[in-house]
């Protein structure tokens, strides 16, 4: 009998290039060439808006059988909405405001090549920290990127926050160019799992996979079977031999003559 199986999509850097929106063959290939043989599914630790303003608004829920947002805090089953947590009611606000003070004021001392505007923004289950500002174009985000990539800033500022707060459960994750995420501890993007049933396999597609990016935990769970992506047209080389592969196992099932009791 052939497996039942999702396909589980991180956004940026997977399905689109950092805050941009999907490309049109490629959304094309995933609803007319993808959904033909799995169901699809995306998780991005954004907050829905911006899910939806890269994936299609409207549409979003018609296409992927899930749509989970803030690493699955934020969760949606063919359009429906699933139960969810807060971050403040698992760390409790002092403990949160706290954390925010200290970033805004660790943030207010670093001296970068420029700085711009929402440094903090407040999720349902994170907050995402951007040393530079969320309000950065597309160009400064890359100049950011590349600054960031040779001076450490947003490793340097998790190491702070460890030390400050050794007590508080919680993980920092990179992601994206100019950000990174804290949530309590076993909120990374595998939360989202706990809603996904009834399948053989769960294939993950993801570009941050390494221990410490926001990819990583899904990427290694021993609930998923991993693809790590280096950009959208990646994704769509990679699923050309996922859906390559299921059909030849099809064709072998059909092909297979049942063993004869003697």
């Given at each position: 009998?052939?497996?039942?199986?999702?396909?589980?999509?991180?956004?940026?850097?997977?399905?689109?290039?950092?805050?941009q929106?999907?490309?049109?063959?490629?959304?094309?290939?995933?609803?007319?060439?993808?959904?033909?043989?799995?169901?699809?599914?995306?998780?991005?630790?954004?907050?829905?808006?911006?899910?939806?303003?890269?994936?299609?608004?409207?549409?979003?829920?018609?296409?992927?059988?899930?749509?989970?947002?803030?690493?699955?805090?934020i969760?949606?089953?063919?359009?429906?909405?699933?139960?969810?947590?807060?971050?403040?009611?698992?760390?409790?606000?002092?403990?949160?405001?706290?954390?925010?003070?200290?970033?805004?004021?660790?943030?207010?001392?670093?001296?970068?090549?420029?700085?711009?505007?929402?440094?903090?923004?407040?999720?349902?289950?994170?907050?995402?920290?951007?040393?530079?500002?969320?309000?950065c174009?597309?160009?400064?985000?890359?100049?950011?990127?590349?600054?960031?990539?040779?001076?450490?800033?947003?490793?340097?500022?998790?190491?702070?926050?460890?030390?400050?707060?050794?007590?508080?459960?919680?993980?920092?994750?990179?992601?994206?160019?100019?950000?990174?995420?804290?949530?309590?501890?076993?909120?990374?993007?595998t939360?989202?799992?706990?809603?996904?049933?009834?399948?053989?396999?769960?294939?993950?597609?993801?570009?941050?996979?390494?221990?410490?990016?926001?990819?990583?935990?899904?990427?290694?769970?021993?609930?998923?079977?991993?693809?790590?992506?280096?950009?959208?047209?990646?994704?769509?080389?990679?699923?050309?031999?996922l859906?390559?592969?299921?059909?030849?196992?099809?064709?072998?099932?059909?092909?297979?003559?049942?063993?004869?009791?003697?």
């Amino acid at each position: 009998m052939s497996k039942k199986i999702i396909c589980l999509f991180d956004v940026d850097g997977t399905l689109t290039d950092p805050r941009q929106p999907i490309k049109a063959h490629v959304e094309k290939f995933l609803l007319e060439t993808v959904r033909k043989e799995f169901d699809i599914a995306v998780i991005g630790g954004s907050d829905l808006n911006k899910i939806k303003e890269q994936l299609g608004d409207g549409s979003i829920y018609e296409k992927y059988k899930y749509v989970f947002a803030e690493n699955g805090l934020i969760a949606f089953k063919d359009g429906k909405k699933l139960p969810t947590e807060t971050i403040q009611s698992n760390i409790g606000e002092e403990a949160l405001q706290d954390l925010i003070n200290f970033c805004l004021k660790y943030i207010s001392e670093l001296h970068l090549p420029f700085k711009r505007g929402t440094f903090i923004e407040f999720r349902t289950g994170m907050i995402n920290v951007s040393p530079v500002g969320r309000n950065c174009t597309k160009e400064e985000r890359i100049q950011f990127y590349e600054y960031d990539m040779e001076h450490q800033i947003r490793q340097k500022f998790i190491q702070a926050l460890k030390k400050e707060f050794p007590d508080l459960a919680l993980t920092y994750s990179i992601g994206g160019q100019i950000s990174f995420d804290v949530f309590p501890f076993g909120w990374d993007k595998t939360y989202c799992l706990r809603h996904i049933q009834g399948y053989d396999e769960i294939h993950f597609f993801g570009d941050k996979t390494v221990d410490g990016e926001n990819d990583f935990e899904i990427y290694e769970s021993d609930l998923t079977i991993g693809h790590r992506v280096t950009c959208p047209e990646d994704t769509i080389n990679q699923l050309n031999v996922l859906i390559a592969l299921v059909k030849e196992n099809k064709e072998k099932e059909q092909f297979t003559v049942p063993m004869q009791c003697a």
